[in-house]
Structure formats: structure tokens, C-alpha cells
């Protein structure tokens, strides 16, 4: 495999060139396809032995998707109501190594214990769907199907390794094991009922220069948010949102010293992950996100019918970009500047999603963004490959890309260089299936040029999914 860089009009592109492939081979629907395999320290090695993996690189990255889509002839409709597995690769001197586990859920254990899906709340429901009495059943239940992120709470000795979703629970494991220890639904002040319909943000934060977690939690109000009675009669969260594309966007502005509360409004926009938020010097902040004007409705396309099919999989495409907010607290206004251009490779490489940062930027002025295009469709620039990408968000035009024709990227994790000065000096690890040889590797990029460092095969695949998160070696 040899690698190249090129420069196509002002963009640096650098991407990783075979034999050429006209279309991707059928492999690439096994991203959608259960999994059922569990794995414990499953030895793995580099491919090369010519470019050395920086000393500094020793930790864990776990990545958690879904990875049961059927069970007892019952089948989910949509990726996010696959149940949460966890991958984890374990990175040091003396080697690396493969696991991967379900995760213990209230669900995914009495389903097992079933034989079949058993009742609970879903996204988009399930096939063939839940009987009246079912449904009130999975109402229930806490939704704790953790299968969308993964997170450290507390430091130390007293870390905990949680599986979240958005809702207000998550699912303990153990960094070594994956072994799930326990689910904990913590306690809110002054909410002591309907607990089951708290719902939270799976992507908390860490408070800049402290351990503490920040997230946010939604009760039921007078004017909910969502068509409770739909959630209730469905019990599938899809159902219950609603769009209202006429209507403003509300945005919430909390001092996190003074717990002071402002709000402000703007055009409706559907944002799917923040990136980061800063204060400039004239006091103004700085909020990049991913969003859509398309509302919810994009979230449609991830139905896993229509994913495992070639066809309907190159419907699949990018439907979000970056967007930058500046809100003036001081004038009360808001301006909302989303990243376009008229050339296609360039206006591409604007529609990352789950963006990522060198954290010790984290509500700091900064430059880079990274992320994936998520659009299967053969006909874009990178010919239906998911695409890592290194937004410039300082100097128009230096955004860099990595592809590889038939391999598909996940969201990416950046490692800062310990002794690294620069924001963009350390690496970028991410989980690429490759559809030709029908297995995942870890991709270890160069986070300043976007050059591969190196690879390495893990030994089955691991099915789509959206987050992951690397912890160091303590």
C-alpha cells in the first residue's frame, strides 16, 4: 500500500492509494450487520515496522456501537436501537490487544433471558412491532441502551467507565475487562418522579482545569419538548419529536461561575454535536457546531433496512455541516455562519460530523477541527469512503483530508504530543473498517500532516457506530 500527498487547487489532500475499486464491494454492508462475537486480549500487531509509534501513545481506546440488530425473530428498525457493545484496543510498549463485550442492560439481559427483543423504549421501534401490553410494559423500564458514547466519570481510583445515551442513565464497565459492573441512574434534586422520561445528552464535557463532568438534564414541563402522548402510545422517541422549521432556535447561555442563565434566539437549526465554545477578547462567545436545517428528519436515513442494501446505502449521505455562532451577550444578538463553498472537494470536506478537538483547547481560541464526512454515496469526491478530515478553522482553505477507496472511518480521538507545543502536534487514532477484507484496524494518523504513522488489524469488524473515546494509561 503506498501512501501519497497531492495538492488540489489550495486543499492539501492526503489519502492512501490500491488498486483502484469502481464501487465498493458488498463487504461494506457488514457495518450494519450483527456481531455477536465476544472477545477477551485478542493479540494484535502493526503492520509496518518502518515508522514508530510515538513512546508517549500507551492507553486504551474504547469505541461503543451497536451490535445486535435481531434476536428471536424480532428485529430492530433503526441503528440506534442495536445493542451496546463495547471494542476496546489496548496500546502500549509491550504490545497491543483486542476486546470487546456487550453491555449488561436492563434490555439486553431480559432479552437474552426472552429469547427476543424484549419490550422497552426504542428509537424507531421494532419488527414485528410491540403488542399493546408490551408497550405498556416498556414503559416500565429505564431506556438504558447505552450505545451511543462512552465516558470516565470522577479520576484515579475513583473512575468509573460509563456507557451513555440520551437518557438520564448509564451502564459501568471495566476498562480491562469490559465487564459491565452495574447501571446507575444518579439522582436529580427535586425531580422524584417520572424519572423514566429524564432525559440527558450523551456527550458530556469536562470543566476546563477541574474533573468535574458538565450535561444537562430535561423533565417533563408544561410544554414539553417532545409529543409525550405519541412517546407514550408508541414508546418510540422518534414518533414523539417534532419539528417546527417556522419557529426559533433557543439558545441557553449558562455562566458556569455565577450559574447566571441567559437566553437568546435564532433561526431554527437541528444540531446534532457541539465542537467547542469560546469568549474572544471583546467578550463575545464562539460556539462551532454540526447542524442541519433539515431537522429531524435526517435521522431517518440511518434505518437499517435501507442500510443493508448497496442502493438504498448510497442514499446515505452527508446532510449537516459546520456551523459558526457568535453570540454578543452585551447587544443580545446572535449571528449564525455556516461553512460553504462552491467547490465541491472543498464544500465536502464542510459537512464533517462528530468533531472532535485537542481538548486542552476546550473553551480556548482555537484552530483545528477534526472529524468524518458521513456519506456513503459513490458519486462524492472520496467516491462513497468515509472520509477523516482536518478542518482549518483559522486559515481558509488548509483543510487536509485521509481516505482510503472501500475503508470507512469513525470518529476520530486526537492524543496531544505530552511534550507537543503546537495544538495540532500529537495523533489521530480512529477504527476504520476496511469492506474488502471485512475487518476493522486502527488507522495512528499524524494529526499535523494527516500521514499514516501506522496500522493494525483487529481480529473481526466492528459494526457502525458513533463515539468512542480514548482514556491514558494512568
Known sequence: ??????????????????AVVASA?????????????????????????????????EGTLVRNAPAMFEL??????????????????????????????FLQS???????????????LTFLGVDPS?????????LTYKFDNTDVNVWKFGHGKNSVYAGLTDDWVYDKFDLETLATTGVSIPPIPGVTFLTHFVQSCAHPLIEPGTNNSINYVLELGLLPVVNVEKMVTTVEVAESMQWFPDEKTTIVVANIKTGKVEYLQHDALFVTHHANAYETQDGKIIVDICASEMGVSILTQYQIPMLRNLSGLHQSVAQTRVYRYTIDLANKSVEAKPFRSKDPMQDFLHQIEVPIINENYRARHYCYLYGVVLDFSPSNPVNGSLALVKKNLCTPGKDQVWYHP??????????PNPDGTDE??????SSVFDAMLEKNYLLILDSKTMKKINTAYMP???????????FPRQ
Open 130 to 138: 410491540f403488542s399493546e401490553l408490551e408497550k405498556i410494559e416498556a
Open 460 to 470: 473481526t469488524y466492528i459494526p457502525f457506530g458513533f463515539h468512542g473515546r480514548f
Open 106 to 120: 436492563s434490555v439486553y439481559t431480559r432479552s437474552k433471558k426472552a429469547g427476543r427483543y424484549a419490550p422497552a
Open 25 to 57: 464491494p458488498d463487504g461494506v454492508l457488514n457495518l450494519f450487520r450483527t456481531n455477536v462475537e465476544e472477545l477477551r486480549h485478542v493479540p494484535m500487531k502493526y503492520d509496518s515496522d518502518d515508522t514508530a509509534v510515538p513512546k508517549w501513545l
Open 424 to 429: 495540532d502536534d500529537g495523533v489521530i487514532l
Open 1 to 18: 500500500m503506498a501512501f501519497y500527498t497531492v495538492r488540489v487547487g489550495t486543499l492539501l489532500l492526503a489519502m492512501t492509494l490500491a
Open 406 to 415: 472501500n475503508h470507512y472511518a469513525s470518529e476520530p480521538s486526537f492524543i
Open 72 to 101: 428471536g425473530g424480532r428485529s430492530v428498525i433503526h441503528v440506534f436501537d442495536g445493542f451496546a457493545k463495547m471494542h476496546s484496543i489496548a496500546i502500549g510498549q509491550e504490545g497491543l490487544n483486542f476486546s470487546s463485550a
